[in-house]
Structure formats: C-alpha cells, structure tokens
C-alpha cells in the first residue's frame, strides 16, 4: 500500500548498468550515430567498426585529418566505451596521406 502523503522519491539510473552492452548493441549504436551525424553521416561505408572488452575500434578510410578527429570526438561518451583506437587512414586525393609507403598495397 502508498500512503498518499508520501514523498515522492528522485529515481536514478547508474550507467553501471547502461555499461552492460553486449558488443554487437554497441556497434548499432555507433552505426546509427554515425549515420545521424551531419559531417560523418556519408562515410559510414568506409569505415569499420569492431569493439572488444570496452574498447571501439576504428579502421577504414576518410579522406582528411579534420574528417579523422571529428569521428574520434563524436564518439566520446558512448556507452560500454572505455577506449577508443582510431585506426582510421587519411587518403586524400590532393596526395596527402596517414598510410605508409610499407602499408600501402601500391606497388
């Protein structure tokens, strides 16, 4: 039974337990971010997202460092995320370039 005097009680959600994710939720979650996300929104099929024991990461290609550093700030703050690895490679049509001469399947 409530007593309709009562106090009403303020309810708060830990974020202990929004860290539950399992991974795959995780990766939907940055997918349709990024898919939300005015800049970012176009480069979606570029990328690739994976996410191990609290740590997203990022590899594929964008083609500048600007595009590079917003990707890593617009995913700050996401759930289940302790560590982000940006592994993504700059390739610029202008000839600028984050991937080495090693790296590069070019001969």
Do not use: C
């Not at 409530?2 to 997918?31: D, G």
């Not at 929104?41 to 083609?63: C, M, V």
């Amino acid at each position: 039974m409530i007593a309709r005097n009562s106090p009403r009680k303020e309810i708060t959600i830990s974020t202990r337990y929004v860290s539950a994710m399992f991974p795959a939720e995780v990766l939907r979650w940055v997918a349709d971010m990024l898919d939300n996300h005015r800049v970012l929104h176009g480069h979606l099929g570029t990328l690739e997202l994976d996410y191990e024991a609290g740590t997203l990461i990022l590899k594929g290609q964008l083609p500048s460092f600007h595009l590079k550093q917003v990707l890593q700030t617009a995913l700050r703050g996401i759930p289940s995320v302790d560590r982000i690895e940006n592994r993504v490679d700059v390739v610029s049509s202008r000839g600028l370039s984050s991937v080495s001469r090693r790296e590069s399947t070019f001969p």
